[in-house]
């Protein structure tokens, strides 16, 4: 049995807490400190997601089981959830919902992208200069107009592609080089320098470029908005071996949650729609900093609170129903099995005493 790798689970857990940190700082005031948390954050936690998500993505191929997989773990999730949310959104918080399923909700567009981004990886795993053309199509993904700007998030799914592709080229013999204590050093340097691109954020860009918006929703001439482009993708990218150098590779109670972020991916998102509905957004709004040690503190409650064992167990049956069903036909067969055999036994050992 492959054993579980600490390091990548201390790091899986660590970005899904600042996913609902995230999410909850996008309630806070965009002027305030709350708002440059928010921009440092999303300067490069995402793109460590989706590179550990292509990291962990390299061995996927075109069999029946792993096409299998992709229904039932992340397209039959994505249709419930996305569903769920809506029903959520309609009758807890009185609003009204459009294009269900096709224009997705903020946390379920990963979803989606990893369908996509799994599909193309046998084609990127194997060509050569395949991160190049990843950014190439990242840059061209900002010329989606009219309806395409919204559809499954297509302009996002193609805005991430690069980090998603650099994981799948990234071998673990040449992650070893982030180990030690240079790396380390050299990872916090590096967030220093995106914690000032962050607080300057309103003078070199918009926010909009963080979520790899189309260019016609700029208001950035065509050539800038590219080149501003490059330049996310280069802090990502910066930022998420940073992250890697500087997560601690011993195991823990932290390390064994790592197992659970999808659970607290698809969990999270009712959280943050119900402060927004208890009015979240007015009462921080009067109150930056309350407000900023508010998101953070309930952030990682929530997020360590889904991925608790107890909870984790009974919530992931809901989150991938395919699974719990298939270990129990299992644990059902082996225990078929088990009494057939101690039923043989028995017999024999009658039989042999006669």
Known sequence: MATRDPWLDNAKMGLIV???????????????????????????????????????????????????????ILLVPYVVFEGALAWFRINVGGERVDQLWTDPHFPMWYLLALVVWRLATPLFRSLPGGFLLAVGLCVAGGFLQGSWMWWMDAPRILGFLPFFVLGLKTTPESL?????????????VTFGVLALFALDLAQWTERAHLYYRPYELLEQPVAGAVLTRLLIVALG??????????????????TRM?????????????????????????????R???????????????????????VRRVLERVVDPFDVAQR???????????????????????????
Request: glycine share 12%; charged share 15%.
């Open 176 to 188: 070893e080089w982030l180990r030690g204590r240079f790396p380390a050093l050299l990872g916090v």
């Open 288 to 310: 930056p900093w309350l407000g900023l040690a508010a998101a953070v503190a309930i952030g990682v409650g929530v997020s360590l609170a889904l991925a608790a064992p107890p």
């Open 237 to 254: 990218v910066a930022g998420a071996f940073a992250w890697l150098a500087l997560v601690p590779r011993v195991g823990g109670w932290f």
């Open 18 to 72: 600042l996913v609902v940190v995230g999410h909850l700082l996008a309630l806070l005031p965009e002027d305030g400190p709350g708002g440059d948390l928010y921009d440092f954050v999303y300067l490069w936690h995402m793109p460590a997601f989706v590179f550990l998500s292509g990291y962990l993505s390299r061995g996927f191929g075109y069999s029946a089981t792993r096409l299998w997989q992709l229904v039932t």
């Open 258 to 286: 790592g197992a659970a972020t999808m659970v607290v991916y698809l969990f999270h998102g009712f959280v943050v729609k119900e402060l927004e509905f208890l009015g979240f957004v007015e009462w921080a709004h009067d």
């Open 328 to 354: 129990r036909v299992r644990e059902a067969v082996q225990l078929t099995t088990v009494v057939h055999e101690q039923e043989t036994a028995g017999a024999e050992l009658v039989t042999s005493g006669r």
